[in-house]
């Protein structure tokens, strides 16, 4: 039998790059979505006219939608992303975060859970619900070592604690309820379809409108940047083969600083589209976002040893073929620059609240450099 999978968020970076993976592995999907500010459906042109495709307009705090959602598709698993993830709009604005993130996941736990125990015994063993979270609920790690999946919490920003909130919910499903849950912690993604406010999409394309590509602090921020399409397919691993109630640490091992990823992308716009002088003029730093953490970096083997799972692409490769990605599909990325975000700094606090903050170097349009 055709195995069904229902996709929370499936219209935001990760979710609609899970999507096309699964209805490319010919698996039938059921993708639900609020459609947000970050939620897209142009992303899913290569696949909504697929007949193991389908969409639905549901907030996942509507309990009831969602249990009406998993009865009439009865999926075999869960792969729950739908969240708020932007950490600079959630140090302005921290109430769709809490809302989404751990409401929200506490609503798609208590329909999953009604939904897993009103299946047949035999049904009931293969049900799987995966929980999508960040390398950020570890907090900062300082030069050296790598985050595992016992490292303690210690999230810093309003993003992160919701995160972290939301992955000690499902902990408690498993071990209470015996709710069949596994959890994935993921190091910064980049790739296609990456909303313009982050910093990958953000600095190409800045640049090519030859803006200023802002940098927070010196750029000396590490993050570990994994392809997007390598999350998918670790995804669909772990929710096939995870073990129940089990934590999988997902990452690249591609530590970059912020600064050095600027310069890699302004060196391939150098040579892919060729402005007259390095792009890399038109960096400037900015005020450092409040409560920056200095560095992620993940250990992986926990999933490469049990499940197997390997990142494809090594960054030089994902981010050529990121930018390109990006030089090619204007029609995808100029109505959210032009309606939805022209790249405005957000996650600016009011002068005497923020923290560890440096004097501005510019005042010019800037974004964020995280998740
Ligand atoms: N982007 C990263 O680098 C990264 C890394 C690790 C983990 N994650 C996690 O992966 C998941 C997806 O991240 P992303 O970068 O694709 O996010 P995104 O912001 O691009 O997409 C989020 C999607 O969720 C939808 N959504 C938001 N609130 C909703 C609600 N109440 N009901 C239903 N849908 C709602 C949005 O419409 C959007 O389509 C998140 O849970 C995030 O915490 C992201």
Redesign the pocket.
Known sequence: MTRKVLV??????????VCRHLVGAGVNVLN?????????LK?LSTIDNAPNYRFAR?????RRAIAEALEGFAPDQVI???????VDRSITGSD?FI???IV?TFSMLEAARAYWLARPPGRRDEFRFL??????VYGSLGGEGLFIETTPYDPSSP?SAS?AA?DHLVSAWARTYGFPAVI???????GP???PE?LIPLVVLNAVHEKPLPVYGAGANVRDW?Y?ED?ARALDLIVQRGRVGEKYN?GGRNERRNIDVVRRICAILDRLRPIGRPHEQLITFVADRPGHDLRYAIDASKLERELGWRAVETFESGIEKTVGWYLDNEWWWRPLREKVYAGERLGVLSQGTQQSAKPAGATAAAGGT??
Do not use: M
């Not at 729950?80 to 932007?86: K, N, T």
């Open positions: 929370t968020g499936g219209a935001g970076f990760i979710g609609s790059a639900v979505d609020a459609l947000t500010y970050a939620g897209n992303s549901i907030d996942i705090c509507d729950h992303l739908a969240a708020e993830s932007h769709a809302q989404t993130n929200g929980h999508v979270s960040t390398d950020e993003y995160k939301s994935s912690n993921c190091s910064n993604n980049y379809y990456h909303f982050k994994l997007v999350h997902v995280r998740k």
